[in-house]
Structure formats: structure tokens, C-alpha cells
């Protein structure tokens, strides 16, 4: 089996047990600036077609470069020869070159008595390639007519196939232990769908298509080409794919630039939303989930699973880790899935891993909906989820649930019940969840492609898709950034509490803050109960909405602890959703404190938190001459620019002139190196 290997430069490879080219091979001359490269090793593993050459494939060097076009070739009926090179004068380093059909340009006239005769047509068919500042070797050109006919049936007479064929016929030695790992790129392999591209000689052995994507006509070549345009445009962009032994796609995952560098800010409570494999939709989409500083989803990657195993999502799992410089979240949400729930635990051992809430109730209907006295059902169960706030309180609550239906055989109950410390929010008071969990019932968790994605969408109508969501949320993200900082927020009483944080929360976080301050006013009978040193208990009163218009006043134990200033509500409000609650703040405002204390004023919410690059914590470990870090430092440091340009029309315009400055002059720093 093929699986991804995870370099520090999160390229996309796979390992397998040998190489596919042996690294002994050497070149042969013919003239005209002519290099043949042949083969040791590997004929088998070439049977399988070549993805055809395209703009922006990348290569770790010539000679894989050569492999790929060589073999390409091979399968077509050309042979291939390097038509130019070019050095750089001073290292003596090649860093472009053409690889032409060997049929390109015209041999020179010879003056021997029996010249041979031409075979050169002037063929146009070849590509170039560059060696980049990744150092890496990418396809910057490409024509794939020919002049003159090509067949495979007469492959194997061209000088540059001549070493491949030979090594073909070379006996194999036994397989060895694997003691070490190769790399092998994914252009050496195509993705098939049905059978295994293999020797006409050899009978077509069917695949099993229940262990790997189910791509349509043109899905292939969509996805593909996808993610060859975005790695040209958006350098950051990463993809990795997981290819079995018969070339079949199993897995794929990627991440544009965005996304990443929102994994440095936004990863420290992550869903993964498996809308789509749960709903059996065509395309098995997960995608990976966060909250960015307005209460946004914000997308940290995406994927395609091909089964629902262990196994995949363990794969899933290690490629997204290897997308985040391997700093897994402290708390990750999932639906209740088993092979998810295992890999989960395999790949972030460390992590909270919960179920969602939302996941599970919109399930209520479906699984319950039959039974008599659905509603009354469907209200307790909500009473006891909702409402609870203590253990106890829900145990009881439960317990009389089932009992007074008789719902003691429910098995989706019993499941629910065994696994109620993952999901139940009263389970869950110690846990950050920022935001991503509800405390009512009218509170819902749409997927982030909702509105996007269909039950019958395609891999090819998806990709185009993608971009279209991407921009709309990164659009909403943009006016939400703009309006907290120039926007001055209304104010709705008088407390203290409510001015310190107009000053810092972005407008939507601060909105829902505003809140709890109004919701100050509902609460009365502030009383200290109990005392144990500098902690003391108090209980606040509140009158609160119960079924219908109807009001019920609930107890809620606040403790404080004066040296600290430390608060802590029993309805955990601070955890479910990153701010404090208005019993915690009634209990300030009763010993005089006028400002929350700043370990309650989450940096995450602030309106600035981008713009001063809090994601630089936690990167101590990473090479510092690593272009991701270079990207996410670059994207900090813009940040102020793009928000002091959007001020005014006079900002804009400096900002964009500076800017064409800059790119300008970094187009003369590459000139001068090439």
C-alpha cells in the first residue's frame, strides 16, 4: 500500500517498499546539445500511465523531471531528448531546461559519402521546466502535438527507452525487508477507476471499488487540474494523496493558504464535519473546522475519504496534523462515528475529543420520531440536555425519561446514555468549546458548505464550488474586520463591564457579551452562603423562560476567590462560549470590581488579534527558514497594511503604489539571481 510521508516542507509524496526509478541511471550524447537518460530499475512500475504533463507539476529535481516525461513518452510511442539547457554561469547550476520529442529540430548536413538519412520532423512536442526557489523543478510550458505520428507498438526502439526495456528483463531479486523509506511521487502513478492499467499481455483484474473514490468522467482531470491552478497561484497551497498498490485514489486532502495560515490562530477547538459521508452524499467531503475571532466558521482544510475505516480517517488525520506543523487542537468535535472516534484517538492522544451536540439532536426525529408520545419525549430529553446543571440533575432527569415511556430497549438511547461524559454539556464544564456547542435548542451548527454542496454534487461541480464558498466566507470575515475596528458599538446600560470590552471584542463577540450585561438585570438576590478562606460561595437568583411565556427563578452557585479574582459560575458559560456570564459578573459587581480581570478577556475575540500575530506562539520549534513560516510571518505583517488601506480612498491608493513598488522590486531580486 501507498500512504503519505510527511516532510518538513509538507510536499505532496507517498512511500512504498522500492523505488520506482533506481538511482544508478546515466546519461548518453548524440550531438546537438543532446542527453539521453536511461533506467536501471522499475520497468514494472511503469506500466502504469504517466498523468499527462501539465503546467505547474512540480518535480524534486531533473531527474525525476526526466523519469516523468521519459516515461510519459514511453507509453505514448516518443522518445525524448534534452534540446536546451541553461546554467547559471557563476555555480555552473542548471536551472531550466527543454525536454523535446526526439523528433525536434533537424539533424545538421553531413558531408560522408552515404549521409544517414533525416528523421527529425521539426516536432514541436516538449516541455520546459525550471528549477524554483523551493528548489524544486516545475513544468512552466508544455505542447503535446506532434508533427508526425506516434505509436506505442514501436516504444521500445528509442535510445531514450533503450535502459528501461533491458532492465525489464533483468531478474528480480527476492523482496527484502523494509529497513528504510522511498518516496514516490505522484506523477509516477494515474488514478484508474475499475481496473489496474496493466500489460496487454496480462488478464484485467477487477479493483474493489468499496475501498477508494468513485470518481465520474472528468472528476479526475477536474480535481487535478484544480489543485495544479492553485499551486500556481497560492504557493502556500497544499495537497497530499493517498494512492494504493493499483493506482487507485483512496484519500485526498488540501488546504489553500488561508486555511493554514488560519490553523496558527483558530485550531484550539476544531469540528470535523462529516455532513456529507453521514447524509450519503456522492462526494465523501470532510472538512475541518474552527471559529475564527467573530464568532465565523473559518475553514482550517478539506477532504475526500474513500472508506469509512480506521485506517483512512488515521490518514486523514496524520496529513491534516502535518498541515499544522504537527500542533494538534486541545479540544476536536466529531459526530459519533466509531472508525472516526479510534483514529481520533490514535492520531491526537492528547486531544478532548467530544461529540457534537448538534450532531446527535438533529438525529432526534429520525430516531425517535415513531414512537408514541414523540413530543413529550423529544421535551424531556431537551430538559434534561439543556437544562441541567449539575450531574445529578441529569441522571434524575434521564432516568424519568425512559422509565415514563418505557424506552428502557432503545438501543440509540443506551448508546447515547453510555456515551453521555462526550456529549452531554453538563459533562463538559471543564472543556473550551468557543462557542462550537449549543446551550438552547434553537441553537444549530450549519455545515460550513451549506447552501454549496447538494446530495448528487459532483468532485467536478465541487471544486468549482470550493472557490465560490471561500471567497463569500473570507468576503463576510473582511466586512467584519472592517466594522469592528471603525465601528462605534451602541452601549445599553451603564456598566462598566460594557465599556471595558467596546474597547477590545470585535462587533459580533461583543454583541453576544452585551447580552449577559442586560441579562445582569434579571438576576437579583445576590447572597454569599458559604466561606472557606478566600473563597466564597455565593448564589444568584434569575428569573428565566421556561416552556411557553412562562418564568421560573434557578439558582446559580458562584464561587470567587478574592486573592485571584477568580470566578467561576456553575453554568460554565465562560467555557461553553469564551466570556463571562451575567451571574459571574453580578458577583464582580457585588464586591466592587469594575473591570473584568484580563484572564477573562480572551485574546481570541479581540478585534485585533490577527493584526498582532498571537499565532506566533507555539512556532518557537520551527525552522525559521521554512517558506511556511515565512508565509505566516509575511501574512501578519500585511494584515496592518490591508486594514490601514481600506481607511480611506487617499490609504488605498498609497497602499496600492507601495505595493507595486514592492512586487516590482522583488521581480529585480529574481532577475538578479537568475
Not at 276 to 288: E, G, Q
Amino acid at each position: 500500500m501507498y500512504s503519505v510521508i510527511y516532510n518538513e516542507n509538507m510536499e505532496e509524496v507517498c512511500l512504498n517498499s522500492e523505488p520506482v526509478f533506481d538511482e544508478g541511471d546515466e546519461y548518453e550524447g548524440d550531438g546537438d546539445c543532446q542527453e539521453e537518460r536511461g533506467h536501471g530499475a522499475g520497468e514494472t512500475h511503469l506500466k502504469k500511465d504517466p498523468p499527462q504533463p501539465t503546467v505547474g507539476l512540480e518535480f524534486d529535481s531533473f531527474d525525476e523531471a526526466y523519469d516523468f516525461y521519459n516515461a510519459y513518452g514511453k507509453e505514448r510511442g516518443f522518445g525524448i531528448r534534452v534540446s536546451n539547457s541553461w546554467f547559471r554561469s557563476k555555480r555552473k547550476e542548471r536551472y531550466r531546461a527543454k525536454l523535446s520529442c526526439s523528433s525536434a529540430g533537424f539533424k545538421k548536413k553531413s558531408e560522408a559519402n552515404n549521409p544517414r538519412p533525416e528523421t527529425r520532423t521539426g516536432c514541436p512536442a516538449m516541455i520546459v521546466i525550471r528549477l524554483m526557489d523551493s528548489k524544486r523543478w516545475r513544468i512552466v510550458e508544455v505542447e503535446l502535438e506532434h508533427n508526425h505520428a506516434v505509436s506505442p507498438q514501436i516504444k521500445r526502439f528509442y535510445k531514450s527507452h533503450k535502459k528501461m526495456i533491458l532492465a525489464a528483463r533483468r531478474a528480480q531479486p527476492p523482496p527484502e525487508p523494509v529497513t528504510e523509506v522511498h518516496t514516490i511521487r505522484l506523477y509516477q502513478t494515474a488514478v484508474c477507476n475499475g481496473f489496474t492499467n496493466v500489460d496487454e499481455r496480462e488478464v484485467l483484474i477487477p479493483v474493489d471499488h468499496s475501498k477508494h473514490l468513485e470518481l465520474k468522467e472528468g472528476d479526475t482531470q477536474a480535481v487535478y487540474n484544480y489543485f495544479c491552478r492553485m499551486k500556481l497561484t497560492n504557493p502556500n497551497f497544499l495537497y497530499l494523496m493517498d494512492i494504493d498498490d493499483d493506482s487507485c485514489l483512496r484519500n485526498v486532502f488540501w488546504a489553500d493558504g488561508r486555511s493554514r495560515a488560519a490553523c496558527g490562530l483558530f485550531n484550539d477547538t476544531v469540528a470535523i464535519d462529516t455532513t456529507c459521508l453521514t447524509n450519503k452524499y456522492d462526494i465523501p467531503l470532510i472538512s475541518f473546522i474552527g471559529v475564527n475571532h467573530h464568532g465565523q466558521q473559518v475553514l482550517l482544510g478539506c477532504a475526500f475519504l474513500g472508506l469509512d475505516s480506521v485506517e483512512y480517517y488515521v490518514w486523514i488525520l496524520r496529513a491534516w496534523l502535518n498541515c499544522i506543523l504537527g500542533r494538534p487542537p486541545e479540544v476536536i468535535i466529531t459526530d459519533q462515528s466509531k472508525p472516526l472516534q479510534s483514529a481520533v484517538c490514535e492520531v491526537f492522544p492528547k486531544a478532548r475529543h467530544c461529540y457534537g451536540l448538534w450532531y446527535i439532536m438533529q438525529r432526534v426525529p429520525e430516531k425517535l420520531g415513531g414512537l408514541k408520545g414523540y413530543e413529550a419525549i423529544k421535551r424531556q430529553l431537551n430538559k434534561a440536555v439543556y437544562n441541567s446543571l449539575k450531574i445529578v440533575e441529569f441522571e434524575t432527569a434521564w432516568a424519568d425519561m425512559i422509565n415514563r415511556h418505557g424506552l428502557g430497549d432503545n438501543r440509540w438511547l443506551q448508546t447515547l446514555y453510555e456515551d453521555r461524559r462526550r456529549w452531554v454539556p453538563v459533562y463538559l464544564k471543564d472543556t473550551f468549546f468557543a462557542g462550537m456547542i449549543p446551550l438552547q435548542e434553537n441553537e444549530s451548527f450549519n455545515a460550513f458548505f451549506d447552501g454549496y454542496v447538494h446530495k448528487h454534487t459532483s468532485f467536478k461541480e465541487f471544486v468549482d464550488k470550493y472557490d465560490l464558498a471561500l471567497h463569500r466566507k473570507h468576503t463576510k470575515e473582511a466586512v467584519a474586520d472592517l466594522e469592528s475596528r471603525n465601528s462605534c458599538f451602541e452601549l445599553k446600560t451603564r456598566c462598566s463591564f460594557e465599556v471595558q470590552l467596546s474597547k477590545v471584542y470585535t462587533k459580533e463577540i461583543f454583541r453576544r457579551f452585551q447580552s449577559e450585561v442586560e441579562g445582569m438585570y434579571s438576576c437579583f438576590n445576590t447572597r454569599q452562603v458559604t466561606a472557606n478562606g478566600p473563597i466564597t460561595t455565593y448564589i444568584v437568583k434569575e428569573r428565566v423562560e421556561v416552556e411557553g411565556n412562562e418564568k421560573e427563578v434557578k439558582n446559580y452557585e458562584v464561587l470567587y476567590e478574592t486573592s485571584q479574582v477568580d470566578i467561576r459560575c456553575i453554568c460554565s458559560l465562560f467555557n461553553y462560549k469564551g466570556y463571562l456570564c451575567r451571574h459571574a459578573l453580578n458577583v464582580l459587581n457585588y464586591n466592587g470590581i469594575e473591570e473584568i480581570p484580563s484572564h477573562y478577556i480572551l485574546a481570541r475575540w479581540s478585534k485585533d488579534f490577527k493584526r498582532r500575530g498571537l499565532f506566533d506562539h507555539g512556532f518557537n520549534d520551527v525552522d525559521m527558514y521554512n517558506p511556511l513560516y515565512w508565509y505566516h510571518h509575511l501574512y501578519k505583517r500585511a494584515i496592518p497594511v490591508l486594514e490601514e488601506g481600506a481607511q480611506s480612498q487617499d490609504h488605498y491608493e498609497v497602499a496600492v503604489h507601495e505595493l507595486e513598488e514592492l512586487l516590482n522590486r522583488l521581480n529585480l531580486v529574481e532577475e538578479n539571481i537568475v
